[in-house]
């Protein structure tokens, strides 16, 4: 009997609330409100295309800005997934996934390895707001992401031109390298590291 695969996380600060519930082996049922409009459309992207169910209900101090909205929403999510993974054992570890959005392209390559580590390019001279949603922010949301899942990210985005086509296909391609990178390989019996630990 193997154990769902599913991560709970509440934070809560000053600036902010959140409740994340991730289920990997789901569906793709998504339900997002962090009161800011594009963001809530990213997450339900990375739900679907990652067929995890998830669930994210965050108030922040959005009086502000929506920069800790996002930040924590983006730690809460990655400690979730990383709880989610528990010892990782069977799981397939690498995977990278291209994903074309009209004019832009993004390749996202993942090892859930253990370790945090972010490498990160886009295209320069975006237009710097979607909605309420700052472009820089993007950067800000995997970084946080990898420091508390703690895995190593590879996300290219070689060419686009429209910020939310640029913005969305790189979480739709970082959805379907997680989900394979997270999916049980039938062949993989123990935890597939040398090291024997993930
Ligand atoms: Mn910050």
Excluded: W
């Excluded at 600036?15 to 809530?40: H, P, R």
């Excluded at 998830?54 to 400690?79: C, M, N, P």
């Excluded at 295209?123 to 995997?142: N, V």
């Amino acid at each position: 009997m193997t154990l769902a695969r599913v991560g709970r996380v509440e934070r809560t600060t000053k600036e902010t609330s959140v409740l994340v519930e991730i289920n990997l082996d789901g569906t793709g049922k998504v339900d997002v409100a962090t009161g800011v409009g594009f963001y809530d459309h990213m997450l339900d992207q990375l739900g679907r295309h990652g067929l995890f169910d998830l669930s994210v209900k965050t108030e922040g101090d959005l009086h502000i800005d929506s920069h800790h909205t996002i930040e924590d929403t983006s730690l809460a999510l990655g400690a979730a997934f990383k709880q989610a993974l528990g010892d990782k054992r069977g799981i397939v570890r690498f995977a990278d996934a291209s994903v074309p959005l009209d004019e832009s392209l993004a390749r996202v390559t993942v090892d859930l390895s253990g370790r945090p580590y972010l490498v990160h390019t886009e295209p320069d001279g975006m237009a710097p707001m979607i909605g309420e949603y700052d472009t820089t922010m993007t950067r800000h949301i995997l970084e946080s992401f990898v420091a508390q899942a703690q895995v190593a990210l590879h996300v290219h985005v070689p060419y686009g031109r429209n910020a939310h086509h640029i913005v969305e296909c790189q979480f739709k391609a970082l959805a379907r390298a997680l989900r394979y990178a997270s999916e049980i390989d039938p062949r993989q019996t123990g935890i597939p590291s040398t090291k024997g630990a993930l």
